[in-house]
């Protein structure tokens, strides 16, 4: 089998979607997304064309070592995103080559389901009661939201008063009956996390994902040391070797590499195994589209350390178009009770309905992340 064509479908809200053609009539369906720059990887990816074309795409694993070492550059957003998509096309090709899902080739499923939770709130984090009920009558029991807007590196205490205020409210409305995780998302440097973590510690949240930015590893090691919430990292992080201070550091007891973002369901995989050992659990992260969420599936079905999976069905980016809007009928993700089902089809486990990407590709996006400003007009941290 030969590699014949690679399309990429720039779709609404902010998704790229990638099917890999091969000479057999097998396609492969990719997410080889970065948010915000979604046309920067549909031209990278057109150039790998020329490195894919010809190749036998059930060799996957050598295929992605020669994508990943080709030339002097590794790693980053950009190539491992590209490579992500390709790689998630390679596995849904093999799976539907051989008749069988992709945690199947991986050694089969530890899990039939796995939890869920969706994001209320938006990039302002409004109406977090609100948004924390509506998930409960769905069945849900989890929840995420970012905890503030701008705050720089040192802010006033009536600001973190009104952060704090607001997530106790939150948890007198709704008990213990929803577990809520809470995003720092980057925005709160070093000193204003330390007071944050300090004060959040008797809300109990579920975890803190990114606590300060990912660059900052040293930091998160020391803050980990002093709280007794759970920290999260990995949206921001590329490959196995971006992982390495992390585990090594005791940064965090949780990981939440995000598959369309690092490398793909070979690359997740590895990190995910590689996180046991360590004893740090596995939270994949995924507010992006059905493809990139089947692929986080196949990952979770084959990590035992896996225990929640975020997915964005009915985010406040998705107002335009959803995950099911480009999948058949019957042939899409299941939540039931606050649970995502594992696929058990062939490759990813899902059905594209490619007429449907090809209209909504015909419309296109240009989503950008907005650009934030303190009131002193330096820019903030979004």
């Known amino acids: 089998m030969k590699i014949t064509a690679l399309q990429t ?55 992605w070592q020669m994508l990943y070492r080709n030339g002097c550059y590794r ?29 199947s080739l991986l050694g089969g499923p530890v899990r039939d389901k796995i939890r869920t939770y969706c994001w209320i709130g938006g990039d302002r984090s409004e109406n977090l009661i609100e948004g924390v009920l509506a998930l409960k009558a769905q069945g ?37 009956s929803m577990d809520l995780a809470f995003d720092f998302h980057g925005r709160v440097h070093g ?21 300060v930015v990912s660059t900052q590893v040293d930091l998160m090691a020391e803050l980990a040391s002093t709280t007794s919430i759970p920290l999260a990292i990995g949206e921001r992080l590329h490959s196995r070797y971006d992982f390495k201070p992390v585990f090594e550091k005791r940064a965090a007891s949780i990981v939440n590499p995000d598959t369309a973002h690092v490398g793909g369901i070979s690359e997740m995989v590895r990190i995910g195994h590689w996180a046991e050992a360590y004893d740090v659990a596995l939270a994949p992260h995924c507010p992006l589209g059905p493809i990139a969420l089947a692929a986080s599936l196949q990952v979770d079905a084959v990590c035992h350390n896996a225990f929640i999976q975020e997915q964005s069905l009915g985010i406040h980016y998705n107002s335009t178009s959803d995950l099911g809007d480009y999948t058949l009928p019957g042939a899409g993700l299941t939540v039931k009770d606050g649970y995502l089902d594992i696929p058990k089809g062939p490759g990813l486990g899902i059905e594209i309905d490619e007429e449907k990407v090809e209209r909504a590709a015909a419309e296109g996006h240009r989503w950008r992340a907005p650009v934030w400003r303190h009131e002193d007009g330096s820019i903030s941290e979004w």
């Open 9 to 63: 479908y720039l779709v609404p809200p902010r998704w790229l979607f990638l099917k890999v053609e091969t000479d057999e009539g097998i396609s492969g369906w990719g997410e080889p997304v970065l948010e915000g720059h979604a046309e920067t990887l549909a031209a990278k990816i057109k150039e790998l064309e020329d490195f894919l074309i010809g190749s036998d795409p059930l060799r996957i694993e050598d295929i």
């Open 75 to 103: 790693g980053g957003p950009v190539l491992m995103s590209a490579l992500a998509g390709i790689d998630m096309a390679l596995w849904d090709i093999k799976g539907k080559y051989l008749g069988a899902p992709v945690h």
């Open 140 to 176: 849900y029991s989890a929840a995420k939201m970012n905890i503030c807007e701008e705050l720089q590196i040192v802010d006033s205490y009536a600001k973190i008063d009104g952060i704090v205020r607001k997530l106790f409210e939150l948890r007198e409305a709704v008990g213990t």
């Open 191 to 211: 000193p204003m996390a330390k007071v944050l973590l300090k004060e959040l510690e008797a809300i109990r949240p579920m975890f803190v994902e990114d606590a």
